[in-house]
């Protein structure tokens, strides 16, 4: 099993930043990529980016490509998110996943940590 704790979220004007953490335990050496996915009120959950465990190669939704960007130093992987904008806003979730598979779906992340909300206010 591995668990998933994120932490760093807030409230944040738009054009402003913040930082988002996660970070792994239990058998993490068996996660082969970690991502990123936000759900907003009355929407589906959707990808962000995500992290290869080994190599660090890393993948962006097309929304936020060129202002999001996600690092990994040991078992803490981190969301840098700057040049908010409101339609930001979401509930942001942490997931690991033990497969080499579409990075973008949420079906091949069976870890998932809990949830820190984002809101970017205009």
């Known amino acids: 099993q591995v668990q998933l704790v994120e932490s760093g979220g807030g409230l944040v004007q738009a054009g402003g930043s913040l930082r988002l953490s996660c970070v792994a335990s239990g058998r993490t050496f068996s996660i082969y990529r970690m991502g990123w996915f936000r759900q907003a009120p009355g929407k589906e959950r959707e990808f962000v980016g995500a992290i290869n465990w080994s190599g660090g190669r890393t993948y962006y939704a097309d929304s936020v490509k060129g202002r999001f960007t996600i690092s990994r130093v040991n078992a803490k992987n981190t969301l840098q998110m700057n040049s908010l904008k409101p339609e930001d806003t979401a509930n942001y979730y942490c997931?690991?996943?033990?497969?080499?598979?579409?990075?973008?779906?949420?079906?091949?992340?069976?870890?998932w940590g809990q949830g820190t909300q984002v809101t970017v206010s205009s």
């Open positions: 997931a690991a996943s033990n497969y080499n598979d579409i990075y973008y779906s949420q079906n091949v992340y069976n870890y």
